[in-house]
């Protein structure tokens, strides 16, 4: 098992910046990748950014050029640096870790997912 602890998140206005971080403890040998997902009411989960042990890093398209994605394999710590938020930012977001997974799009389908932290809300006002 793997445990998953975010902080960070809270509530700003659009065009500013908020700072998530996550640390994971456990059998965090099992994993291949960290990474954050998202969520709002009605929506499924999907993937803002993962940083897999070994190939690129990934972001979806709506958040490119804003956000930056960093990994800390020595501390077991991912952070998700957003910048230029937009009211549609506003979620909850998950830390997620697990085997990960190879094949087109597949962190996008969240295969592979096998671990979510509590999640930290993030509001973006108009």
């Known amino acids: 098992q793997v445990q998953l602890v975010e902080s960070g998140g809270g509530s700003v206005q659009a065009g500013g910046s908020l700072r998530l971080s996550c640390t994971a403890s456990g059998n965090v040998f099992a994993t291949n990748f960290m990474g954050w997902y998202r969520q709002t009411p009605g929506k499924q989960r999907e993937m803002v950014a993962v940083?897999?042990?070994?190939?690129?890093?990934k972001y979806a398209d709506s958040v490119k050029g804003r956000f930056t994605i960093s990994r800390d394999f020595a501390k077991n710590t991912v952070s998700l640096q957003m910048n230029s938020l937009l009211p549609e930012d506003t979620a909850v977001y998950y830390c997620?870790?697990?085997?990960?997974?190879?094949?087109?799009?597949?962190?996008?389908?969240?295969?592979?997912?096998?671990?979510y932290g509590p999640g930290t809300r993030v509001t973006v006002s108009s």
């Open positions: 997620a870790s697990g085997r990960g997974c190879t094949g087109y799009n597949c962190y996008e389908r969240s295969i592979g997912v096998e671990y």
């Open positions: 940083v897999p042990n070994v190939g690129s890093t």
